[in-house]
């Protein structure tokens, strides 16, 4: 699916969209904005990348971040929820991890976290994944962001199934 795909989705879901953003730095949302009409469908676009950030604009825990370290799902859970916290969205995407060539701290270079979450009738349904990707610092941050748009659908059907995970 490309990102195309992922807006004719959103419009015919009714899916207004916010992003939190790491270590893809607003790509999620640059690849929409290249879509004519996709404005319509994105609330806004978190770019944190300092813990600080994270925590200040999103509410993560620093316990959450000094626990699991930043390049992980419960990390990435805690900044969707925060993005859907502070946004009338109704589908939220995080990324966090490491999108350059170098481990951090034990974790692979090319690492990274991905939250998804879904608000209907005010309950919240979130599924994470992690996933690693290979290349330049350019190419991994893309090929991340176009995993973050191409999985939203599948995971919006598996909310609507009533599926958690």
Not at 129 to 148: M, N, P, V, W, Y
Request: aromatic share 6%.
């Amino acid at each position: 699916m490309n990102p195309g795909e992922t807006v004719t989705y959103l419009k015919q879901h009714k899916l207004l969209l916010a992003t939190a953003e790491s270590c893809t730095a607003g790509r999620i949302v640059a690849l929409l904005a290249e879509i004519p009409g996709s404005g319509a469908l994105v609330e806004c676009g978190y770019v944190v990348y300092s813990p600080e950030a994270k925590q200040r604009l999103l509410g993560v825990d620093p316990k959450t971040i000094e626990h699991f370290n930043l390049t992980s799902i419960e990390v990435a859970r805690e900044m969707v929820m925060g993005a859907l916290r502070d946004s009338p969205a109704n589908v939220a995407i995080a990324t966090t991890g490491l999108c350059g060539t170098e481990d951090v701290d034990g974790i692979p270079a090319g690492t990274v976290c991905f939250a998804w979450g879904f608000v209907k009738e005010n309950r919240v349904s979130v599924f994470t994944r992690k996933h690693r990707f290979f290349g330049s610092r350019e190419t991994l941050q893309h090929e991340a962001a176009l995993h973050a748009l191409e999985l939203l659908p599948h995971f919006h059907q598996r909310m609507l199934a009533g599926e958690t995970a």
